[in-house]
Antibody, heavy 121, light 108 residues
Framework: EVQLVESGGGLVKPGGSLRLSCAASGFTFRTYNMNWVRQAPGKGLEWVSS????????YYSDSVKGRFTISRDNAKKSLYLQMNSLRVEDTAVYYC??????????????WGQGTMVTVSP | DIQMTQSPSSLSASVGDRVTISCRAG??????LNWYQQKPGKGPKLLIY???SLQSGVPSRFSGSGSGTDFTLTINSLRPEDFATYFCQQSYGTPPWTFGQGTRVDIK
């Protein structure tokens, strides 16, 4: 079964750090671009960051650039998001998401269950 | 960034109804438009990619159309399990990917 499982969420104070992990299974992880997408409570979806299959290209939203770092370990079939200088407005469920590739016009075809990050004083 | 605007933001419908949701891009995105369904407490599920291609396993009552800047998601003969929130998303070129604000479909 194709699956993405996030971990590492929790409660942190403003200015703090957190590292999210995503474990992939059921597909050839090293051949897919991966993303983090977040959703604040009661709000819509916000793309956060993308990394290509071999880590050659990395992209960030303006809202997290300079504070968050995406990375991956293809040998461990894992995706990571290091979040520093966290702000109250970073509070959200963070989803690990696979890009479906050329055949799916890069649609986001596999989503994890999400991990909650709460930034509060 | 490419802005995506969905309408309406919410709608009420009955089982068996036909529902249409619109999505407009701030610039031409060819057919790089995708639709997702999200139910409470769950991650989104891909329904339609490339504007009109049905993702594997998605019922045929879902369909998409459009190109350029204007797109539509249609649900024919609404079923109880279709009450959810729907998002459009553009995947044109390289990131940033952007989403519409969502359309909540609830029971009339």
């Amino acid at each position: 079964e194709v699956q993405l499982v996030e971990s590492g969420g929790g409660l942190v104070k403003p200015g703090g750090s957190l590292r999210l992990s995503c474990a992939a299974s059921g597909f050839t992880f090293r051949t897919y671009n991966m993303n983090w997408v977040r959703q604040a409570p009661g709000k819509g979806l916000e793309w956060v960051s993308s990394i290509t299959s071999s880590s050659s290209y990395i992209y960030y939203s303006d809202s997290v650039k300079g504070r968050f770092t995406i990375s991956r370990d293809n040998a461990k079939k894992s995706l990571y998001l290091q979040m520093n200088s966290l702000r109250v407005e970073d509070t959200a469920v963070y989803y690990c998401v696979r890009e479906g590739g050329y055949d799916l016009s890069d649609a986001l075809d596999i989503w994890g269950q999400g991990t909650m990050v709460t930034v509060s004083p | 960034d490419i802005q995506m605007t969905q309408s309406p933001s919410s709608l009420s419908a009955s089982v068996g109804d036909r529902v249409t949701i619109s999505c407009r891009a701030g610039q031409s995105i060819a057919r790089f438009l995708n639709w997702y369904q999200q139910k409470p407490g769950k991650g989104p599920k891909l329904l339609i990619y490339d504007a009109s291609s049905l993702q594997s396993g998605v019922p045929s009552r879902f369909s998409g159309s459009g190109s350029g800047t204007d797109f539509t998601l249609t649900i024919n003969s609404l079923r109880p399990e279709d009450f959810a929130t729907y998002f459009c998303q553009q995947s044109y070129g390289t990131p940033p990917w952007t989403f519409g604000q969502g359309t909540r479909v609830d029971i009339k």
